[in-house]
């Protein structure tokens, strides 16, 4: 995923000062990534879009309050990674569990499947695991940082990541057996 | 034998793998490709293609900003004319403005005032009466004339007795008024 985030300052100048134009220009910059981003912690496409919106609502509600510390793209990827969490905490849409705890080591490992297969795989994990395997090893946040938006521990968070990975493994075996 | 664990694995790719697990990895294929796996999925996780919504939510967002100005606006405009109303109210009904007895006497003493100014106005001094009326303006003057004798004497303390005097010489010059500007005027007619 690679995708252009820059915005110029002038641009976020203007938007703070309420200008609905300049406000769209950021929308337009970070829509795409924003939905990504909520779209894969989030079971459907819905749900994500509503993300989208309140991402954006709360950024032109706070954009003023935007100090300017570090890039732009930070500070909204943080206001869409909680929403998206909220989200999965306020629903309580949590599936259960079913990670197999072991990893199957001792048997060849499997080849890591297409895009397809792996984009299916991580659909089959609970949001939860979702959102800790695509913050921590795509978006790059620290389990610190997860178990504190998140409302958990540590472990917790460490935990999902490996049991999530765990049940993608497994998937993936599937796949390629298939 | 034992191999690594998940918990293990995700270790070693953080480099906080501990001593167990770093020498297993030395001698054991199996898990070392795991760990390639794992790296390679993680890649993969990576390189997924970014997905965009399926239909474009900024209307909707520019909606609500501009609904939410809008009400913002209103409730700023209804909070002005309700702070206004109460601003007019402490100015109407003042709760530092003098007592009710001390601004009615201020009001009967500038009636007086007004009235007496209308009294020496040329044109109510030079009207030609006739007699009875002549004879009911030197009353009235004579009853106001003792009027301010007694408001002369009046303590300033005697609030309400002052006011009924002036609220009487007011009554009075009102009389006087008709007598001299009205009924004088409608003579010369």
Redesign the interface.
Known sequence: MTISLAVSDVLVARAKTGDLEALEGLYRAFETPVYNLARRILKNAEDAEDVLQETFLEVVKSIGAYRGDGHLWGWVRQIAASKALMKIRRENVRAADEFDETTGAGSPAPLVGVNLDLERALEHLSETGRAVVWMHDVEGYTHEEIAEMMGKTVSFSKSQLARSHARLRKLLAVEAEA | ?T?????D??ALRANEGSVWARKHLEACE??R??L???Y???A????????????D??A???G???AE?HRKRRRWAAWSMAAAAGIAGVLVFNPFSPPPAKADLAQVKAQSAALDIQLQAPEAEGRVVSGRDAALIAQLEDQIAQIDGQLANQQAAQMDAQLELWQQRVHLMNQLVQVRVVRASYVGL
């Open positions: 034998m191999h690594c664990t998940m918990d694995l995700l199996l898990c490709s795991e390639e796996a794992l390679q999925r993680v993969q996780l990576k390189a997924l293609p970014a997905r965009s919504p399926a239909r939510r900024w909707e967002i520019r609500t900003v501009v100005r």
